[in-house]
């Protein structure tokens, strides 16, 4: 089993924040799931791992390379951020066909990813009118893509309504079963419970937990149950 991203010390400060300090850790293939607070470094993580922010300090390895070195390393992986910034005077399929030209896939899997998530219908309409759930629909498209082999998704069942979650987490677990690799920064985890090998949890730009998540699940759910009576 190869990892698809290995991290060693490492560190990233935006002027006087220290957004990761000194974090180890080795994310295998599989669904990771990274939890933790809100600016407790989740996002900056996966961001320095994906080449987009240089590293202060230490070494990051995303399949094997550096990849603010390499940035050919993420070519075939698929990307969904939260919130998601898209050119809004383009339309959805533009920025679909965008993504599609960067990843070196075919124009019809646009199609494809637009299908699979509900949005084809939108594709010839301007971005700037989409609503909040139909931009996150169209996030998750732009990182399914191509069929890539290893997919980085951002919080994917925010801005969703209550009933597109299973959706959702269907799709992932379609693609996981057809062997795909997942890394997932969610505030929640009870969606994803069933279909996470590997837990991660960063809290103050360190990780406070990590392991195999049907070994450590139990403290996972103690540190994130609601306070009694709330």
């Known amino acids: 089993m190869k990892a698809i991203i290995e991290a060693q010390n490492l560190h990233k400060y935006f002027g006087p924040i220290k957004a990761l300090q000194g974090i180890t850790v080795e994310i295998p293939e599989g669904l990771t799931l990274i939890l933790g607070p809100n600016g407790g470094g989740k996002s900056t993580f996966m961001k320095v791992s994906l080449g987009l922010y240089r590293p202060t300090k230490g070494t990051v390895r995303l399949l094997g390379k550096d990849p603010w070195r390499h940035p050919e390393a993420r070519r075939g992986i698929g990307v ?14 533009e920025w679909l066909e965008f993504i599609a030209r960067v ?3 075919n124009p019809g899997d646009v199609e494809k990813a637009a299908r699979l998530f509900g949005i084809e ?19 998750l498209a732009q990182a399914f893509v191509g069929e890539p082999e ?3 998704l951002d919080e994917p069942l925010a801005n969703l309504d209550f009933e597109s979650v299973p959706e959702i987490v269907g799709i992932i677990k379609r693609w996981k079963e057809r062997g795909r690799s997942f890394v997932i920064i969610s505030h929640v985890w009870e969606p994803f419970e069933a279909l996470a090998d590997y837990g991660v ?3 103050g730009g360190k990780v406070y937990l ?13 540190m994130f149950r609601p306070p009694e009576g709330s």
């Open 103 to 105: 990843r070196g896939a």
């Open 150 to 152: 290893v997919v980085f």
């Open 210 to 222: 990590k392991g195999r998540f049907q070994e450590i699940r139990g403290e996972i759910g103690a």
């Open 80 to 93: 969904a951020f939260d919130p998601g910034r898209f050119p809004k005077l383009t339309t959805g399929r």
């Open 201 to 203: 949890v960063i809290s």
């Open 121 to 139: 219908e939108a594709l010839d309409r301007r971005i700037d009118g989409y609503s909040s759930g139909m931009l996150k629909r169209l996030s």
